[in-house]
């Protein structure tokens, strides 16, 4: 089977459940959610058992199936499964802030949209040409605007809303007009065509100089790396969590396909030391900013959006450092921080949906005694917050482990002392999390913490994840190879 | 260029054109009184009553809600045209271009059904 | 028909009307007609290079295609976010960007 086959499936799926939500008017809206999962759970182990990487042939040289292609491809699938568990958790929260008569809220729209979400990661993955790049980029941040805004009767998801649309129009601006230059300078579309013509570049540098200026800016955007951040914050703070527990790894995870897609022509060309350097800067940034901001944070979500900031610093240090070291390579470990990044970050949101579902807030203080409260959530948001951390033996370690390896390797002294640094921070933050959950007591009514089976599943799967990969990380180390 | 030449004429109509009404509308400002502006004359006209509410009414949700689908499915024309240009000579090496498009317009197509049922288009309610 | 220097200057300036706007301006409405204007003027800077780009004496039509995208991109995004300014009107009375703060720590 060849890999596009995935893709199609995937929209297929959700058209067909945008049917039968258009038509059977008196189901249960959970059920489009359940038979969502089932679906890409099926596509899931057809990436797995059923791909022919050869097979795509007649896509003509825009559609590339390397083994970073299919790990994203699982990246986006794994992340949508999550996404809708966690969508189905919170439907009731989702209802109490749209109109209408219970059960025809948009319950059902807001559980096919992640699949057209995923379809657009999963596209992204592949692509190789400027076109198909910036059209599955697009899919993806559009069809974000639509459920960050989703709860229409919450100022605070509308006004999310409309800062993601404003700043994301502006990086998509960016983005493209450096796309239009990239476009102008080489006569190419497809990226493989656009390195050719970059390495042996003889002319004038400063249009390249140019072009890449307006990628970073708009990229930096997309990633949120600093000191393009500010819209983070509050995007997280007032979309669905679920959505923003999406955002923060499919969108992250977007930004540094296209990042790494577009560095890879650049880092051949005559201003490679440039681009490193402007990376290098961005990085550093990123990590102070991020690490920073999140040490004063009193609300959860807001504390995770910083940290997302501090993840993407990390992350952009593994690429500024430009070149392999220690046998592992930049875009492999920016691959292998994403996958655990991902499973980390899920846990977090899971088990800040279940808080927020009980308790009507993401304050720091509704997760004050969740040890009392459900001994299980407090483990699991322990282990999440240690692997956030970083701390060895959980899924979190290596990520950051060999980025500083990297950063090593090529000898950038002053960027791995900030780095060193805001992982150090990290750890005051995350653990002010845990210092809430066991230290203080928890308000005398608080009600009960009630979740799905379902959602325990997915929880303890998340958990077996973050011990098994911080201490036998095999199954991503194949990716790291240079 | 040679074929530019041949647009001197619509040119010299468009500066023409452009410049009589800037004329019309600078010389009615300069000349007459009619075109000076007080705050009743600003006023929406009711049947000699105080005029109530603004002058520019609010229109329904509804007009936004047809104008955005408009736009939607208005652009999709962009890739039929290209399309269609190339479609004859394409089609005869491989049914696949037929076959896009086919899937293409099937995508609108469940748009455009869902739109329906979830009742966008209906004006009475 | 003027020098492909033309066409990237006037484009130029239409992006950077486009972002003076959009850091300039309070209403969000006009702050979304600069974003489009910005779009447009990567639309025009990628048209010119096809035009001038040529290849065996025909224009690039790599570049020409990629217009076609945008266009349509720019077309959902502007239905999207209209629908959304829409949302927020109903919801606050205000598009001014100043009234927006519900969100913070």
């Keep these: 089977m060849p890999a596009y086959f995935l893709e199609i499936a995937i929209v297929l799926l959700g058209l067909g459940l945008l049917m039968v939500d258009a038509f059977a008017t008196t189901l249960d809206r959970r059920l489009l959610g359940h038979l969502g999962i089932a679906g890409v759970a099926a596509v899931l182990a057809g990436l797995v058992f059923g791909v022919d990487s050869s097979a795509s042939e007649p896509l003509w040289g825009f559609y590339a199936t390397d083994t970073a292609a299919l790990f994203y491809k699982g990246l986006a699938l794994v992340c949508t499964l999550l996404v809708l568990v966690l969508a189905l958790e919170y439907a009731p929260v989702l209802e109490s802030y749209r109109d209408g008569r219970p059960g025809r809220r948009g319950l059902g729209e807001f559980l096919c949209l992640p699949l057209f979400l995923c379809a657009g990661l999963m596209w992204m993955a592949s692509m190789t040409d400027l076109l198909g790049l910036f059209v599955a980029l697009e899919t993806v941040t559009i069809t974000f605007y639509v459920v960050v805004a989703y709860m229409r009767r919450n100022l605070g998801s509308l006004e999310a809303g409309v800062k993601y649309l404003i700043l994301g129009a502006l990086s998509t601006g960016f983005l493209l007009y450096g796309l239009a230059w990239l476009f102008g300078l080489t006569g190419q579309t497809n990226l493989a065509a656009i390195q050719t013509v970059l390495v042996d570049w003889k002319g004038d540098t400063t249009p390249l100089l140019f072009t890449m200026a307006l990628l970073m800016v708009g990229l930096s955007f997309k990633v949120g790396a600093a000191p393009f951040q500010f819209w983070i914050p509050d995007v997280y703070q007032g979309a669905p969590t679920p959505i923003t527990a999406f955002l923060s790894v499919g969108s992250k995870a977007a930004g540094f396909i296209v990042l790494i897609r577009l560095l890879e022509p650049l880092l051949a060309s005559p201003i490679r030391h440039a681009v490193l350097l402007m990376l290098g800067v961005l990085a550093g940034a990123t990590l102070i900013v991020g690490n920073l901001a999140a040490i004063s944070q009193s609300n959860f979500k807001r504390l995770l959006a910083y940290s997302s900031i501090a993840h993407a610093g990390f992350l952009l240090m593994a690429l500024a450092a430009g070149q392999p070291a220690g046998g592992v390579s930049p875009n492999g470990v920016v691959a292998l921080y994403l996958g655990t990044y991902l499973v980390m970050t899920m846990l977090a949101f899971a088990v800040l949906v279940i808080v927020r579902k009980a308790g009507g807030s993401d304050e720091l203080t509704a997760f004050n005694g969740l040890s009392q409260r459900s001994p299980f959530l407090a483990f699991a948001l322990v282990l999440a917050m240690a692997s956030l951390a970083g701390v060895p033996l959980t899924a979190g370690f290596f990520g950051k482990f060999f980025s500083l390896v990297l950063i090593a390797g090529a000898g950038q002294w002053a960027l791995l002392t900030v780095a060193v640094v805001a992982a150090a921070c990290g750890f005051y933050y995350y653990f002010k999390v845990i210092r809430c959950m066991y230290w203080n007591d928890p308000v005398s009514e608080a009600p009960p913490l009630v979740f799905s089976q379902l959602t325990r599943v997915a929880i303890i799967l998340l958990c077996v994840a973050v011990v098994v990969l911080g201490v036998y990380p095999k199954p991503l180390t194949c990716l790291l190879a240079p | 260029m040679a074929e530019i030449d041949n647009y001197h004429a619509v040119l010299l109509q468009l500066l023409l054109v452009i410049g009589l009404a800037a004329t019309m509308l600078g010389l009615s400002v300069l000349v007459g009184r009619a075109g000076r502006r007080n705050a009743i004359k600003d006023s929406a006209y009711e049947c000699g009553m105080l005029p109530i509410g603004d002058s520019q009414p609010r229109f329904s949700v509804k007009f936004y809600l047809v104008a955005m689908l408009f736009v939607l499915f208005d652009i999709e024309v962009v890739f039929m045209y290209p399309w269609a240009v190339v479609f004859r000579d394409l089609v005869a090496q491989n049914a696949m271009v037929f076959w896009g498009m086919l899937s293409f317009v099937g995508i609108l197509t469940v748009a455009y059904v869902y739109a329906l049922k979830k009742g966008a288009l209906r004006w009475d309610n | ?105």
């Excluded at chain 3, 995208?69 to 959304?84: D, K, R, S």
Aim: charge should be positive; charged fraction near 10%; glycine fraction near 10%.
């Design chain 3, 1 to 105: 028909m003027g020098t492909l220097n033309g066409y990237l200057l006037v484009s130029g300036l239409l992006f950077t009307i486009g972002l003076t706007g959009v850091m300039v301006r309070r209403n969000i409405i006009i702050i979304f007609m600069c974003l489009e204007l910005m779009l447009s003027a990567a639309n025009l800077t990628l048209v010119a290079f096809s035009r001038f780009g040529l290849v065996n004496g025909l224009p690039n039509h790599h570049g020409q295609l990629l217009v076609f995208f945008t266009i349509t991109v720019a077309a959902a995004e502007v239905a999207v976010g209209l629908a959304i300014i829409v949302a927020l009107y109903r919801a606050k009375q205000t598009v001014h960007v100043e009234d927006l703060k519900s969100l913070g720590g």
